[in-house]
């Protein structure tokens, strides 16, 4: 990984030694009830990895936006169990979810990283008298602009959470290769061919997804490309249109585990031979699956960062947003005038 400042050894380190006992218990407590899970910003794919594990072990999950999550009415949040995830617990979005969630909902729990007093979530919960605040402290992995080390760390906990067994010392280090670079003729594709590209096609299936929407995420934010975000069978049904008709300034990223290696082959097989192919695989079929994507797709953003002279750091900002200072387009008063999404 060209960036050093993120140490896996680290953020693997702290996994291990964690004790995940209280947010396990949540997390297989009532497997029965729908879970809905909540992030903003990094954290967004933080929840959608927790509902893709809590789906694995048999449950219902899935993965909202906060500004969504409040827009479910009283009764409707009682019917599920809730996780809200935030890395510093202090972000407008998920405190705002936390009081209402915590008004009408016992069954609502926070993820965090930090005990601090600027923590405000953990502070409602404690207000609550509400034991469901996991609150797991330790180094904190560093984050520019773009949250990169974070989602790392919060991958890590939640594949010890569902499945404490799992041997994430193997994913210590970045693998020499992480990922492949070719056009779909098999011809060589040097990273630096990447520059001009203006929209990634990023291609998943099961463990992938929650992967496929941190890197989404990475490469918007930090302004490199835009980029979308599709399953391997739904690319099939029309979304190829578009990556043969910008074969100059586009290029398509498969997530692989061995589970799509056949559909993946497949869809290359109708692909234009000069598509630009960005291959980042994976050997294993378990949750650590997600966290070598991620640490794979990782090492792929900061060397194409590296390639095209981008800060995620500081990325150019023509824009009014101060970047260290963002401006919380205001949304509280407005949900509370306008109340939940209802019809009656």
Not at 312 to 319: W, Y
Request: neutral net charge; glycine residues 8%.
């Amino acid at each position: 990984m060209s960036d050093s400042s993120i140490n896996l050894r680290e953020i693997v380190s702290q996994a291990e030694s964690a004790d995940l006992t209280a947010l396990r218990s949540f997390l297989f407590s009532n497997p029965g009830k729908p879970l809905v899970a909540t992030g903003s910003g990094g954290a967004e794919s933080v929840a959608d990895f927790a509902a893709l594990l809590y789906g694995a072990r048999g449950g219902v999950g899935t993965a909202v936006s906060p500004y969504t999550l409040n827009s479910c009415s009283d009764a409707a949040l009682r019917t599920f169990k809730v996780l809200l995830v935030s890395a510093g617990g202090h972000n407008n979005d998920i405190a705002f979810a936390a009081r209402r969630c915590l008004e009408v909902n016992p069954d609502t729990a926070s993820f965090t990283l930090s005990r601090s007093d600027r923590n405000e979530v953990r502070k409602l919960f404690h207000m609550e008298g509400s034991a469901l605040s996991f609150d797991i402290p330790g180094p904190r992995p560093h984050d520019g602009f773009v949250s990169v080390g974070t989602p790392l760390q919060f991958f890590a906990l939640l594949c010890k959470a569902f499945n404490p067994g799992g041997d994430l010392g193997k994913f210590a280090e970045m693998p020499r290769n992480p990922f492949r670079l070719e056009r779909n003729d098999g011809s060589p594709l040097d990273l630096r061919e990447l520059r001009g590209i203006s929209s990634f096609v990023i291609l998943h299936g099961s463990w992938g997804r929650p992967v496929a929407l941190n890197l989404e995420g990475k490469l918007v934010e930090s302004g490199l490309s835009t980029a979308m975000v599709t399953d391997f069978r739904n690319y099939c049904h029309g979304r190829f249109i578009y990556t043969s008709n910008h074969l100059e300034d586009s290029a398509v990223v498969m997530l692989v585990s061995p589970r799509e290696r056949d559909i993946a082959e497949r869809t290359r097989k109708f692909l234009p031979a000069g598509t630009k192919l960005v291959i980042i695989e994976t050997a294993e079929d378990s949750p650590e699956a997600s966290f070598d994507l991620l640490v794979r797709s990782t090492g792929f953003f900061f060397d194409l960062c590296e390639a095209t002279g981008t800060s995620h750091e500081s990325p150019a900002n023509p824009g009014r947003i101060d970047k260290r200072v963002p401006m919380w387009v205001p949304f509280i008063s407005e949900m509370k005038r306008n109340g939940p999404l209802t019809i009656r």
